[in-house]
């Protein structure tokens, strides 16, 4: 059974910065694309950023271009998501999620992950 456990998430001011992290068990982690994904209270759960499974290929939601960035490390099982310029609207349980679809572009979609982690929060205040 592949397991994710977030971290990072906490408190922060509108313009500050965090780095969510997602350490894996379970499985082999590199064989897995990752995603991140953010659901707010009595909101939809929605799609931040993906990376393939070597790191080669990325995608960030419109909402968070240029302010978040995935990134991963393989060979220590991590994924992280560095939050900056935050606004009070990016406030959420942000959750990390891997997929098994390896080839082509990172998924997108939540039906296209298979494990999930219990998700962190992270609150902006204005």
């Known amino acids: 059974q592949v397991q994710r456990v977030e971290s990072g998430g906490g408190l922060v001011q509108a313009g500050g910065s965090l780095r969510l992290a997602c350490t894996a068990s379970?499985?082999?982690?590199?064989?897995?694309?990752m995603g991140w994904f953010r659901q707010a209270p009595g909101k939809e759960r929605e799609f931040v950023a993906a990376?393939?499974?070597?790191?080669?290929?990325?995608d960030h939601a419109d909402s968070v271009k240029g302010r978040f960035a995935i990134t991963r490390d393989n060979a220590n099982n991590m994924v992280y998501l560095q939050m900056s310029s935050l606004k009070p609207e990016d406030t959420a349980v942000y959750f990390c999620?891997?997929?098994?679809?390896?080839?082509?572009?990172?998924?997108?979609?939540?039906?296209?992950?298979?494990?999930w982690g219990q998700g962190t929060q992270v609150t902006v205040s204005s």
């Open positions: 999620a891997a997929s098994a679809y390896v080839h082509g572009p990172p998924p997108l979609f939540s039906g296209e992950y298979h494990y």
């Open positions: 379970g499985g082999t982690f590199s064989s897995y694309a």
């Open positions: 990376i393939t499974w070597r790191g080669v290929m990325r």
